[in-house]
Structure formats: structure tokens, C-alpha cells
């Protein structure tokens, strides 16, 4: 029987916060202004229901300014613990100190949920019986193989965007590891044959899977799917886990990444400071409320009880207070550095940009330390400019480098697809990486994140398959979701067994992928597009964890003429430079066979329908300067009609077919050694299709 270590209490450091293990004990240290007190609380167990030992911090001896702190000998990784705040309790003044709440602690790099009741997060009472508790972890125990951040360049990364959960939870997915970080690992080959560079993931910071957002008539229970509602920031979500404890969901995240980057693909994580899981003033009581609240969270002038709500979800983080900024910036520094991310997505993103007032900041701290600390000189930054209280910064947002989802990138090119007139000049500019967005900045096109469908709306198949959304299942009567979705069903509502329609439809979705490859800036595709998944209408799936959401990889194989194209178009993007560049086209630009950069066409050569309102095509030759790349001719009809387009004529040079999507496959896309040579002046291009040129030595 081994023999039990004498447990004692020591000063302890400030620095650095939360819980740090070493050979011979833990320091802990935790950041409150406005408390009078501190406990310590250590549990043997994570659902023991007491704690073993609880630790009254000394103001006098383990406080450093505002920092609490404490080296507790004898005990190390594993050690369960959590804290009572102590203090003023004065909603109307923002403080909610209340030493019956036992809260986790904001640094935390795991913490268990096993006894936790949300209900009794919500009241005053006292709720260490089912509260949760955080673990000390030893991060540094992994070995990484030498394994580092991949730091693909901007201009050559291509995003796919997926739910961590939903890729491979269904039984379709033929996965071990269902639903994991480790059923992740096992499609790697697909994703790598796929081609895209980086995988982009839903909210993988832990939160509270158990939540109940609604419960339907027929007893079926809707819950957090999407993740957006953090609770510890520096904590893989367990349940993402095969083995969700003390310190293996750590380590089995970190296989995924070390596996993803083995195979050239980065990771990027969709992150979530703009508000937390605490929610409004009658939301749980889990960490920050009680820590300190008046620091924490913005809360309204006149009456802190409440908070302000720039998010839509009851709360909004006080990012720019100089403890927040510090708590944003090292939970992105623990996941660079030790959990080897290579960037982020910030969801409402302008949040970050706002004051400690509220009030929108050119030069916010948070962002533009994140911007030019060394840290992450690498880390790939990209913000959803814009929050849901109207600060809306697409080509605005502040930094030099952060880029951004261009939502008027997305807007444009579904309309243009549908078949609205008079968008040439629109769609232009955006394929030119939305030139009219951010060049006036001295931007350039990577700070254009270019997408069609994101996981926020619908899928590409339901753009092209529904008029309208039908959210009926979300249990909110088809209010919530964007009503506005510039989508086109193509003649029928849902699923059809016409198959002009459906061949009509993936005709669109090829065009979609087409453009958005053929984009300067960075294209991201939405997980699943790829083989048309669906979500039978619904564009607000945040509370669908079931088959509306999981990946359905039968469709692989019914739809594998469009994972075949999308490749196929993946790859030209790839091999060429001219769609990657990092400048915007001037025209100016000539080639060594007196080609500019880009010219513009209509149907008729160097006559593009700018001032046209019933315009619906759009044409345009893109040069090459590398001389053993090609010269690309693109023509898009997105008319009712077949048109003849002219072809521009190069001396010494013929043009042979690459891609046309009114082609069945697996003529609709080519290898380029294949590519069959056009002869003619001009090409048919029929209606709603894409036709690539690609050029040719004769």
C-alpha cells in the first residue's frame, strides 16, 4: 500500500494563473478584484460530493494585488478541485459574490461535469453537490514527434469547414471512433484526397453537452449541437473523447492534430469570446459571475444587474478590460503552443473590437495584440466582422492581416447563380477578391475569406433545392433562421425524382464551386457540400444533434460525379498561381505573350454587361507568368439560354476544354493532360453552366 503524502499549504506565485502542477505539488492561482475572499476546494474524486480539504486563501499571505494564489504540497495532476468566491452581493453595482456557488476555474484545462445540474447553477443556493469540478492536468506530458504548426501561406490554403461531431457520427461514416477526435483521424484520406488544406472546426472548447434547449411534444430532446455557449476555454470538449479523463482529451486532440498535419492539413478552430455559457442575469452562475462579474462582462449603465446583449445571447464579454485581454490572449497562446493550432475563427468577431464602453475601437487592444504578438506570428486570425448589435466591419475590421468571412462575397455570387440580373460588375469584383471591399484599405485578396454556404444557413444542395427555409423541427414555429436566403429550388420545394431537376440542381452546385475555386482570396467549402448533403431545408441546425446534422456517407458514393468535380476543381486551383495571388489584378499587368492579367468579357469579347440590368453572363481570360502554368478562359451563363461566347484567339496557342458542367460526368471535368482541344471562335455555353479553358502550345 502505497504511502499517503503529507498534504501542506505554501504562499504560492501569481503567475502564471490557473492550476500548475509540478514534481512535488500545484500552484494555483486565480485573478479577482472585487472579492473579499477565496477557498480552495479539493476533491479525491470528481463526483465526490464534499471536498476532502478546502483551503481559506490568507489575503495577507496568498494574495498578490489581485491575484490569489497558493502552492498546495503533496498532491498533482489528476487532483479534482474547484472555488468559492467571496463578496459583496450587489446586482444593481454588477457584484454577484456568493459563497454558497462552487465554480470552476476559468484557466482550467479539463474539468468534469458528472454531478453538474444547470438548474442549481441558477439559484442562490448552495450547489456543491452538483456543481462542476476542474482538474489539474500536466499538459506537458505528450510527445509530439517533432510535429509543428504547418503554416500554409494564406494564398494556398483552402478551408473545410465541419462540425468535429457531426463528421463522422453517423454509422454511415464506417468509422471505429465515432463522433471523435480519433473518428477525425480516420478520414483524413478522404479529406486528403479531396484536397483541401485546412480543416476549420466547429466550437471544440468545452461546453455544456447536457443542456436542454427544448423538449418537443413527441419527447424528443433538442440540445446545444453547434457548441457556441463556452464553458472552459482551455479544454477540448470531452465528449469529442474516447477516453474523456484527466488529461487523455488533451492528448487525443492532439493526435488528431499531429495526424492532420502528418497529411499536410492544418487545423483552425472556431472560437467563441464574444459571450459565454452564463447568459443573462437569470443564466447560470459557472465561473466569471462569480469571479468577478463587474470585470468580466459588459452590464448596463444605470442597473448592472443586467447585461448588455451585443451577441444575441444574453452576455457579451468585456474583451479590451486589460484581465480579459489577457485571459483571450493566453488560452490562444495555450492552444498555438501547446495544443499546435494553426488559427482561429472568431465568431462575432466585432465583439473584440469593442471598448470597455461598448463602443467600437480602431485600434482595440485585443486585436491587435493577437495581431502582433510573436506568439502568433503564424496563426492564421480570421473574424466574423460583424456582431448581432450592428457593427457590421467587412473591409473594415481592425489589423492589418486578419482576414475576414466575406459575406457580401456570399451574397453576391448566390444571386448571380440564381440567375438575378445585372451583377456582372458585383461578381467581377468579387472573383477579383473583392477588389471594391479592400483595396481602398491596402488590403489584399487574403484578407477575403470566400464562401457560398457556411454552417450558419443552408447547405449547398438546399440552396439549390429549397425557396424557402422550413426550421420546423428547431421548435420555434419556422421563426428563427435567416428569412432571407437567396436560394432557388429549381421548380420543386425539397427532394425530387425528376431527374432534370436533380441533374439541374447539381449543375448549380458545380457552378457554385467553380466560382468560388476560380475566386481570388481564400475559398472555404462547407463540410458535406462536397457530396450534397442536406439538412431538408433547415438553415438553423444549432440544436440538431441527430441525422439532420451527421454526415450521411452513402451520398459519398450516390453524388461521387460532385466530390469527383469538386476535387477536380480543388486541384486546378492548386497547381495554378495565377488563382492564388496575394495582389489584386490592375489590368496593367502583360505576360510574355501580351496577355493582361485579366480581361473582361461578355458573350462578345472585351464587352462585359457592366451597365446591362438583365446581364446574366460573365466572362473573362485569365493570364498566366509562369511559363510552364496555363492561361485560363472562363465563361459563365447564368441565363435561361444557351449562348455562344467568343473565345479570344493567342498566337501560337490553342485552348482546350477543362471543365464544363452541363456535361455529364466524368466528361464534365478533366485531368488537364486529357483536356480536349476547341477548335472553334467561339463555344455554346448552355444555360446555367461554367465552361474552363485551359491554354495550349500548338
Known amino acids: 500500500m502505497a504511502k499517503k503524502v503529507a498534504i501542506s499549504v505554501e504562499k504560492g506565485i501569481a503567475h502564471p494563473l490557473g492550476a500548475t502542477p509540478d514534481a512535488n505539488g500545484v500552484n494555483f492561482s486565480i485573478f479577482t478584484e472585487n472579492a473579499t475572499g477565496v477557498e480552495l476546494c479539493l476533491f479525491d474524486k470528481h463526483d465526490d460530493f464534499h471536498p476532502s480539504m478546502t483551503i481559506k486563501l490568507d489575503p495577507k499571505v496568498n494574495r498578490t494585488f489581485h491575484f490569489w494564489h497558493a502552492y498546495v504540497r503533496g498532491i498533482g495532476a489528476g487532483t479534482h478541485y474547484a472555488y468559492r468566491i467571496d463578496g459583496v452581493f450587489d446586482p444593481a453595482q454588477g457584484h454577484l459574490f456568493n459563497r454558497n456557488k462552487v465554480v470552476i476555474d476559468p484557466y482550467a484545462r479539463g474539468n468534469t461535469d458528472e454531478l453538474y445540474n444547470r438548474g442549481d447553477a441558477c439559484n442562490d443556493d448552495d450547489n456543491v453537490t452538483s456543481s462542476m469540478r476542474s482538474v489539474v492536468i500536466d499538459e506537458n506530458k505528450y510527445d509530439w514527434e517533432g510535429d509543428q504548426c504547418l503554416k500554409t501561406p494564406m494564398d494556398d490554403t483552402i478551408i473545410y469547414e465541419v462540425h468535429l461531431r457531426g463528421f463522422t457520427k453517423d454509422d454511415s461514416s464506417g468509422v471505429k471512433h465515432a463522433g471523435t477526435f480519433r473518428g477525425m483521424i480516420e478520414k483524413i484520406p478522404y479529406l486528403k484526397k479531396l484536397g483541401v488544406t485546412a480543416v476549420e472546426l466547429l466550437p471544440v472548447f468545452e461546453f455544456d453537452t447536457k443542456q436542454v434547449l427544448k423538449t418537443m411534444p413527441d419527447g424528443t430532446e433538442l440540445t446545444n449541437y453547434w457548441g457556441y455557449s463556452t464553458v472552459g476555454f482551455f479544454a477540448p470538449v470531452a465528449r469529442y473523447c474516447c477516453k474523456p479523463h484527466e488529461g487523455d482529451h488533451l492528448n487525443e486532440f492532439r493526435d488528431m492534430v499531429k495526424a492532420l498535419h502528418k497529411a499536410g492539413i492544418e487545423v483552425i478552430l472556431d472560437v467563441v469570446f464574444n459571450h459565454t455559457d452564463e447568459g443573462n442575469h437569470q443564466g447560470p452562475v459557472l465561473c466569471f459571475k462569480a469571479i468577478d462579474n463587474a470585470i468580466y462582462y459588459h452590464l448596463v449603465p444605470g442597473d448592472k444587474k443586467f447585461y448588455m446583449d451585443y451577441t444575441g445571447c444574453g452576455n457579451t464579454v468585456n474583451c479590451n478590460h486589460p484581465i480579459v485581454e489577457k485571459f483571450i490572449t493566453d488560452c490562444l497562446a495555450f492552444w498555438v503552443d501547446v495544443m499546435h493550432v494553426d488559427g482561429f475563427r472568431f465568431d462575432e468577431g466585432s465583439v ?147 431527374p432534370a431537376i436533380n441533374e439541374f440542381r447539381k449543375r448549380d452546385v458545380k457552378n457554385f464551386i467553380t466560382i468560388l475555386m476560380l475566386s481570388q482570396g481564400v475559398p472555404m467549402i462547407l463540410g458535406g457540400d462536397e457530396f450534397g448533403r442536406t439538412q431538408q431545408g433547415n438553415n438553423n441546425t444549432y440544436c440538431q444533434d441527430n441525422k439532420l446534422n451527421w454526415f450521411d456517407w452513402q451520398l459519398t458514393e450516390k453524388n461521387s460525379d460532385l466530390v469527383r468535380y469538386f476535387s477536380g476543381v480543388i486541384n486546378l486551383r492548386r497547381s495554378l498561381l495565377s488563382l492564388r495571388r496575394d495582389t489584386f489584378y490592375n489590368g496593367s499587368q502583360f505576360n510574355k505573350k501580351g496577355m493582361r492579367d485579366i480581361e473582361w468579357h461578355g458573350c462578345e469579347l472585351l464587352a462585359p454587361g457592366w451597365n446591362d440590368p438583365q446581364c446574366r453572363v460573365l466572362s473573362f481570360t485569365i493570364a498566366s507568368f509562369v511559363e510552364t502554368e496555363p492561361d485560363l478562359h472562363v465563361m459563365l451563363n447564368m441565363s435561361m439560354d444557351n449562348l455562344d461566347f467568343e473565345i479570344p484567339q493567342i498566337d501560337g496557342y490553342l485552348w482546350l476544354r477543362f471543365a464544363d458542367t452541363s456535361l455529364p460526368s466524368p466528361q464534365d471535368i478533366v485531368e488537364m493532360k486529357k483536356a480536349k482541344s476547341v477548335v472553334e471562335k467561339s463555344y455554346n455555353v448552355k444555360a446555367h453552366s461554367s465552361v474552363i479553358l485551359i491554354s495550349k502550345a500548338r
Open 352 to 498: 473584440l473590437s469593442r471598448g470597455e464602453d461598448g463602443r467600437p475601437l480602431e485600434h482595440a487592444p485585443v486585436i491587435w495584440n493577437l495581431e502582433l504578438m510573436d506568439t502568433f506570428a503564424d496563426t492564421k486570425l480570421i473574424a466574423e466582422a460583424w456582431d448581432a448589435a450592428g457593427v457590421y466591419q467587412i473591409g473594415s475590421f481592425p489589423g492589418y492581416r486578419w482576414a475576414e468571412w466575406n459575406g457580401r462575397y456570399r451574397d453576391t455570387i448566390r444571386n448571380f447563380v440564381k440567375g438575378d440580373g445585372g451583377l456582372a460588375g458585383a461578381v467581377a469584383a468579387k472573383l477579383s477578391g473583392s477588389s471594391d471591399i479592400y483595396s481602398h484599405n491596402r488590403h489584399t485578396p487574403m484578407n477575403s475569406i470566400n464562401f457560398v454556404t457556411c454552417h450558419d444557413g443552408f447547405t449547398l444542395m438546399d440552396l439549390v433545392s429549397y425557396n424557402i427555409k422550413h426550421n420546423f423541427a428547431n421548435g420555434e414555429d419556422n421563426r428563427d433562421g435567416n428569412d432571407d436566403n437567396s436560394s432557388w429550388n429549381h421548380g420543386v420545394e425539397g427532394s425530387s425524382d425528376d
